[in-house]
């Protein structure tokens, strides 16, 4: 296991059978290490895509609500909820 930001680990699962006697719990380690640097280098860091995505999340599901109480209609999942709105379709 590797820590590669604060409450976010990385986990690797190897069967040292088949990696061979020379790859030790040293090398994976600073393997997921290289591999955290590569995606923070290519896009940011995890912590900060975890919080985009629960706010995306959030937001969606309060417009998702709103339309659904004005309009009784949700245009993302489609749900009618207001007979005469379904029938005007």
């Known amino acids: 296991m590797f820590e590669a930001e604060p409450s976010i680990w990385f986990l690797i699962i190897v069967n040292k059978t088949w990696a061979g006697p020379g790859c030790s719990n040293t090398s994976l380690s600073s393997s997921l290490g290289a591999l955290h640097t590569l995606f923070v280098l290519l896009h940011r ?22 339309f659904r109480n004005h309009f009784g209609v949700c245009p993302v999942l489609g749900n009618h909820t207001n007979p005469a709105w379904a029938l005007s379709l």
């Open 45 to 66: 860091p995890i912590s900060d895509i975890v919080i985009q995505v629960c706010f995306s999340m959030l937001s969606m599901s309060m417009y998702q609500s709103m």
